[in-house]
């Protein structure tokens, strides 16, 4: 029998009243000042890189909704569309630099006050900041897998690949989505070619958990085990509407470890949250770094 895959469909919509601030800044400075906090990044931290997310205050998700694993590998017609527009996109999050926020987090990591990351983003902005052991859940688009042979390669390879292939497509001027794609013209998308496995000449994805994908078994574990051996568990910048990130706190809570949010907007996970702070997170971040002396 089929697993129900983790990253299940969201409400398109969900709850956006402002969101309590027990605690505040001040209890959070005491859990972290605690030391061995683990940390759960998801697109929030990264909308100051110049990334959207999908479900905050600027979100795409209204009018842009990402490919799942079954259109991606069940229809030709359905990866070209999706590799147009991602080779129009990828520079977008090429050229992404980490924020002041993701810098907080290592420099708490650093010192000790932050004991692992975890982060739900695809777009490495942790690692570019030296947290380069964060556990990306989702994986990251700059890493590409064939799905027959499961070689993989680098995202930079390919994009020179595209790049002979079809040149540098123009986009139709709108953001670039979370996911790494742009809107395009639909005479782009039907002329686009894609390029196969070099290895195989099989079909290539982006190294990613796409929406209707399950998070690798391997991964969810050593996620578990980060969770049950930290002192409490830290969200940053995700409303936790996806289960792949919400058990980590329905967990954290079950074992008795104190769980803190920070985000701006309701959360699915409020209610297990002892400290909830709605505030930008760069700066509030920077500020905890800079009293806890890291």
């Given amino acids: 029998m089929r697993t129900r895959p983790m990253l299940d469909w969201p409400d398109p919509a969900p709850d956006r009243r402002p969101a309590p601030d027990p605690g505040g800044p001040a209890e959070l400075a005491r859990l972290l000042a605690a030391r061995g906090v683990v940390v759960l990044s998801g697109a929030g931290l990264s909308t100051e890189s ?16 990402p490919m799942t694993y079954q259109e991606f590998t069940g229809s030709a017609a359905a990866r070209q569309r999706y590799w147009a527009r991602s080779h129009a996109g990828w520079r977008g999050i090429a050229r992404a630099r980490p924020n002041e926020g993701h810098h907080a987090v290592e420099r708490l990591r650093r010192g000790g006050h932050v004991s692992a990351v975890i982060t739900q983003n695809v777009d490495g902005l942790h690692r570019a900041a030296g947290t380069v052991d ?8 700059d890493r590409v897998v064939c799905l027959d042979c499961r070689r993989t390669s680098t995202r930079e390879e390919l994009d020179q690949r595209l790049h002979a292939l079809n040149g540098a497509l123009r986009d139709s001027g709108a953001r670039v989505n979370p996911d790494g794609d ?6 782009l998308v039907a002329g686009f070619r894609v390029a196969p496995c070099r290895a195989c000449g099989g079909t290539l994805k982006p190294d990613v958990v796409f929406f209707g994908e399950n998070v690798p078994k391997e991964r969810v574990q050593q996620c578990f085990a980060l ?22 706190v329905r967990h954290a809570a079950k074992t008795g470890k104190p769980v803190a949010i920070v985000n701006q907007g ?8 002892a400290v909830r702070i709605a505030r930008p997170l760069g700066s509030t971040l920077t500020g905890l770094a800079q009293d806890l002396g890291a």
Avoid: K
């Fill in 50 to 65: 110049g990334i959207p997310d999908y479900r905050g205050a600027t979100g795409t998700w209204r009018r842009h909704q």
């Fill in 134 to 141: 964060a556990v990306e859940l989702h994986g990251g688009l």
């Fill in 182 to 187: 742009v809107e395009l013209p639909r005479d």
């Fill in 227 to 248: 969770v049950d051996a930290g002192s409490a568990l830290l969200v940053l910048g995700s409303s936790l509407t996806v289960m792949s990130g919400l058990r980590f």
């Fill in 266 to 273: 309701a959360t699915r996970g409020d209610e297990h949250a």
